[in-house]
């Protein structure tokens, strides 16, 4: 028999890995429920509403759709008539206009990026002033200040990259290669480009670690403060997505440092159980918006099978108007597809196996 102790043991393990997979399935559920929506305003028949992938756990059929849980927490899909063959039905996903079906297709990303926002605007609630680019003060003996900086100082551009939030100063300043970074500043009404900005490193647990000897700007919170601050955070969410996507593919960072859908739920119940602990949870709000920012820009890649892929060959329509032939994208498609599951086996075998190594 299990006692009281054994159990509140028990649950305090399970809530943080329960509350990452429900997270996790919500990210899912948005997304599909983005595709169903603008399917539904634009009168697109849905023959299936599914959460999950592989075997079905749970079915109901409405008027016409069938909505299914399946067993694998991986992804989701809304199966429309016509999406990935030929009918004749006037209200198939292949009989809308382009425009349409485009709209239709990003739905899924963007509701996933707007919810991303969202929850950036809970934790820039949460503070006490909304972040700025620029220079409040620096600490006495800055090395940024001794490279040229100067309170007042707007940060537009560091190393030639857009600057759109506070949090990219860090961001760009740690994924620098050399020390040294090229700075354009909006100083007095101009724009001033700054070379060899330096700053300090200290090590730490064997690994070298910025020192941010400079303050930044806080303004008061207010609704546009507030949102604006949410957007352009979220702009340099997306970007940050693109750039580690670059050095991916340049072999910058291996398999070891990626994540599938058993390592994310891992970090989720790391984080839970830490945030729970302290009693704050902006760390675990920061990592949901960033993990639901990052599946909406990836979505949105130009790559088969993936949201993006299929935007590419509505594109191509537009452009030339006239369509790929059906079965031509269908086999680009189900190639992609079956590249991408077997990555994302790679990477689940890799998380389970980092799970019982570590």
């Not at 809308?96 to 707007?114: D, E, M, S, Y």
């Amino acid at each position: 028999m299990f006692s009281l102790d054994t159990l509140a043991s028990v649950w305090q393990k399970a809530w943080p890995i329960i509350l990452a997979v429900l997270f996790f399935g919500f990210v899912i559920m948005s997304h599909e429920l983005g595709h169903f929506s603008l399917a539904r305003i634009f009168k697109v028949k849905i023959n299936e509403f599914a959460i999950g992938m592989g075997p079905a756990i749970f079915k109901r059929k409405g008027k016409e759709t069938q909505y299914s849980l399946r067993l694998f927490p991986i992804g989701g899909y809304v199966s429309m008539e016509g999406e990935d063959e030929e009918s004749c039905d006037e209200r198939a996903f292949c009989r809308k206009a382009p425009w349409q079906r485009f709209l239709i297709v990003c739905a899924g990303a963007l509701i996933n990026i707007f919810l991303g926002t969202i929850l950036l605007s809970v934790l820039i609630c949460q503070q006490d002033l909304v972040g700025t680019t620029q220079i409040h003060s620096f600490a006495e003996g800055s090395q940024l200040e001794a490279s040229g900086l100067r309170a007042g100082d707007k940060i537009y551009k560091i190393n030639g990259r857009m600057v759109f939030s506070d949090s990219d100063l860090s961001y760009l300043m740690f994924t620098d290669t050399d020390g040294s970074l090229e700075v354009t500043v909006k100083r007095a009404g101009e724009k001033v480009t700054i070379s060899d900005v330096r700053f300090t490193t200290v090590e730490k647990d064997g690994t070298q670690q910025i020192v941010y000897d400079m303050t930044i700007l806080g303004v008061e919170k207010n609704p546009w403060t507030v949102g604006s601050c949410a957007v352009r955070q979220t702009a340099s969410v997306a970007r940050m997505v693109w750039m580690s996507l670059g050095d991916l593919i340049s072999g910058k960072y291996g398999l070891k440092d990626m994540s599938g859908p058993v390592g994310t739920v891992g970090v989720i119940a790391d984080i839970a159980e830490e945030s729970s602990k302290s009693m704050d949870y902006s760390a675990l709000i920061n990592l949901m918006a960033f993990i639901s920012i990052n599946i909406g820009v990836f979505n949105l890649l130009p790559i088969p099978a993936l949201d993006g892929g299929r935007l590419l060959f509505i594109i191509i329509e537009m452009i030339f108007r006239k369509p790929v032939p059906a079965k031509y994208e269908n086999w680009v498609h189900a190639a992609a597809l079956v590249l991408l599951l077997g990555f994302m086996a790679i990477i689940t075998f890799s998380d389970i196996f980092k799970l019982v190594k570590g």
